[in-house]
């Protein structure tokens, strides 16, 4: 009974989802696929192992953890080729029927679903765009408001942000308290 009862409110909830617009998938047929949220956890999990950080199990010399493992060129041959699937030799080997060629190698007890050979191709015909994780990125500081009202009692930087969104949105001030 219990089963069946979750059974039902999982297929109300998905109902739910679809009917306002939602998706149950991560992302959307149209979208172009982001590096780090979409394509680095598939190879995280089928190509690490072979082609990651450790130089210990790395087979030939590639890499795919670094940009640069991923995009450069390789005696004649590009990893990933940006906006190029027939120059890119990770959508080859994953797409191949050739045992001796496909990857993840049967050996590995790893292969890749059709959703995930899709997210890839998708992500190299947009140009394979590269994200650096977010913690790399130097924050940059923003100019500070200077159009706020004569009024405005503002004692610091963050009390321009205030003004301006005040503005924007047609309110005032509010009196000390």
């Given at each position: 009974?219990?089963?069946?009862?979750s059974?039902?409110?999982?297929?109300?909830?998905?109902?739910?989802?679809?009917s306002?617009?939602?998706?149950?998938?991560?992302?959307?047929?149209?979208d172009?696929?982001?590096?780090?949220?979409?394509?680095?956890?598939?190879?995280?999990?089928?190509?690490?192992q072979c082609?990651?950080?450790?130089?210990?199990?790395?087979?030939?010399g590639l890499r795919?953890?670094?940009?640069?493992?991923?995009f450069?060129?390789?005696?004649?041959?590009h990893?990933?080729?940006?906006?190029?699937?027939?120059?890119?030799e990770?959508?080859?080997?994953?797409?191949?029927?050739?045992?001796?060629?496909?990857?993840?190698?049967k050996?590995?007890?790893r292969?890749?679903?059709?959703?995930q050979?899709d997210?890839?191709?998708?992500?190299?015909e947009n140009?394979?765009?590269?994200?650096?994780?977010?913690?790399?990125?130097?924050?940059?500081?923003?100019?500070?408001p200077?159009?706020?009202?004569?009024?405005?009692?503002?004692?610091?930087?963050i009390d321009?942000?205030?003004?301006?969104?005040?503005?924007?949105v047609?309110?005032?001030q509010?009196d000390?308290?």
């Open positions: 009974m219990l089963l069946r009862l059974v039902v409110l999982a297929l109300l909830w998905m109902a739910t989802l679809e306002f617009g939602g998706s149950t998938d991560s992302i959307g047929a149209r172009v696929p982001d590096f780090s949220r979409d394509i680095r956890p598939i190879l995280s999990e089928n190509c690490f082609h990651g950080p450790d130089k210990e199990t790395r087979k030939a795919l953890d670094t940009r640069d493992g991923i450069e060129e390789r005696g004649g041959y990893p990933v080729f940006p906006g190029d699937l027939d120059a890119s990770l959508y080859s080997r994953i797409t191949s029927s050739d045992e001796d060629e496909r990857m993840p190698p050996a590995s007890n292969s890749l679903s059709e959703a050979i997210l890839i191709r998708r992500w190299i140009g394979a765009p590269w994200n650096q994780h977010w913690a790399y990125i130097a924050p940059v500081r923003p100019d500070v200077t159009e706020i009202p004569k009024d405005f009692r503002a004692t610091n930087p321009h942000f205030v003004a301006q969104k005040l503005m924007e047609g309110l005032s509010s000390r308290a």
